[in-house]
C-alpha cells in the first residue's frame, strides 16, 4: 500500500465549477500536512499547510481528519489558472522521519474555458 | 524569498558516466534532499541532509550517493550513469521541524542514453 495515495484523475471540470481532492495516508505517526501545487514541467509549491480544525485560503478549503486519516482540498470558482497537479503530502511521523515529507503522486486538474 | 537553484535544467549523459547534479539554496536551511520523480511515481527521496557533513538515505539510495561540505550546498551523486536513473531531479530546502515547509529548485532533467 502507498504511504500516500490519491485519485490520479485527470478532473476535467469547467471554469466557475467546484472540485474537490481526496488524499488518504497510512503513518497514523505522521503530524503535519500539506498541499503543494505542481505547474506543468515545474517543480513542486506550498499551496496551503493542513490544520485539524480545517483551514480556508481564498477560494481553497483544505480539511483533515485523524481518525480516517483522510485530507481533501476543495477548489471553488474553479478558474483556469488553476490547472495543475495538486500533490497531498504529509512527513514521515517522528524522530528522524519528522523532517521528512511524503509525497501522493498528485492529481492532475484541467480546467476547461 | 527563499531560492534553491539547480546547475542544469537539462543535462544529457551516456551510460557508465560520472554525474554530478548541484544545488544551492541562499536561504541558511538546515535541511536539504535530494528528490527524483518519474511519471506513475511520483517524487521519491534519494537522500537528504541535517546538517554539513551528514547525509541519510531516502527510499531509494542505491546508486547514488551525496556530498555537503557547506552549509547551502548540497551535490547529487550518480557514480556510474544508468539509463534507469532517466528521470526529473529536483532538490529541495527547509528549516527543521516537522510543519517545515520544503522549498524546490527547479529540478534538472536528466537524461542517460
Known amino acids: 500500500r502507498k504511504e500516500v495515495e490519491q485519485d490520479p484523475g485527470p478532473f476535467n471540470v469547467p471554469e466557475g465549477a467546484t472540485v474537490a481532492f481526496n488524499c488518504t495516508y497510512s503513518n497514523s505517526a505522521s503530524q503535519s500536512f500539506f498541499w503543494y501545487r505542481q505547474d506543468c514541467r515545474k517543480e513542486p509549491k506550498l499551496l496551503m499547510s493542513v490544520y485539524s480544525s480545517g483551514n480556508e485560503d481564498g477560494r481553497f478549503t483544505a480539511q483533515l481528519n485523524r481518525a480516517s486519516q483522510y485530507i481533501s482540498l476543495l477548489i471553488r470558482d474553479s478558474k483556469l489558472s488553476d490547472s495543475a497537479t495538486y500533490l497531498c503530502v504529509v512527513n514521515g511521523g517522528y524522530g528522524g522521519a519528522t523532517n521528512k515529507l511524503i509525497f501522493g503522486t498528485g492529481t492532475l486538474l484541467a480546467v476547461q474555458p | 524569498d527563499v531560492k534553491v537553484t539547480q546547475s542544469s535544467r537539462y543535462l544529457v549523459k551516456r551510460t557508465g558516466e560520472k554525474v554530478f547534479l548541484e544545488c544551492v539554496q541562499d536561504?541558511?536551511?538546515?535541511?536539504m534532499f535530494w528528490y527524483r520523480q518519474d511519471p506513475g511515481l511520483g517524487l521519491r527521496l534519494i537522500y537528504f541532509s541535517y546538517d554539513v557533513k551528514m547525509k541519510e538515505k531516502g527510499d531509494i539510495p542505491e546508486g547514488y550517493s551525496v556530498s555537503r561540505e557547506k552549509k547551502e550546498r548540497f551535490s547529487l551523486i550518480l557514480e556510474s550513469a544508468s539509463t534507469n536513473q532517466t528521470s526529473m531531479y529536483l532538490c529541495?530546502?527547509?528549516?527543521?521541524?516537522?510543519?517545515?515547509?520544503?522549498?524546490f529548485g527547479p529540478g534538472t532533467r536528466l537524461t542517460v542514453l
Open positions: 529541495a530546502s527547509s528549516t527543521p521541524g516537522q510543519s517545515r515547509t520544503q522549498y
Open positions: 536561504m541558511d536551511h538546515e535541511n
